[in-house]
């Protein structure tokens, strides 16, 4: 059975930064493509960064040149470390992983940016 278990959510001022991490189990980790979506209050699910098997990453606009996304297959890890955090990055924070045409989701980590 496919696990993910997002963990690294908080509350951070403006200009913070925070790191998630998501723990993958039950799956080849290697193989897989991963990625981090988040959710805000009243919007839709949106994405926010991937990275394939061989490492390539890619970025929603909104984030670029602030976040980073980053795996270790020895530790089936996905990480998204996040600098100068703004309000507007306020949301639930999920990972994602895609093993050829199947999803799977974790469970979510609130991220809040506020004085």
């Known amino acids: 059975q496919v696990q993910l278990v997002e963990s690294g959510g908080g509350l951070v001022q403006p200009g913070g930064s925070l790191r998630l991490s998501c723990a993958a189990s039950?799956?080849?980790?290697?193989?897989?493509?991963m990625g981090w979506y988040r959710q805000a209050s009243g919007k839709q699910r949106e994405p926010v960064a991937g990275?394939?098997?061989?490492?390539?990453?890619n970025y929603a606009d909104s984030v670029k040149g602030r976040f980073t996304i980053s795996r270790d297959n020895a530790q089936k890890m996905v990480y998204l470390q996040m600098n100068s955090l703004k309000p507007e990055d306020t949301a639930v924070y999920y990972c994602?992983?895609?093993?050829?045409?199947?999803?799977?989701w974790g469970q979510g980590t609130q991220v809040t940016v506020s004085l």
């Open positions: 990275i394939n098997s061989v490492g390539s990453t």
């Open positions: 994602l992983l895609r093993f050829g045409t199947n999803e799977y």
């Open positions: 039950g799956i080849t980790f290697s193989f897989s493509a």
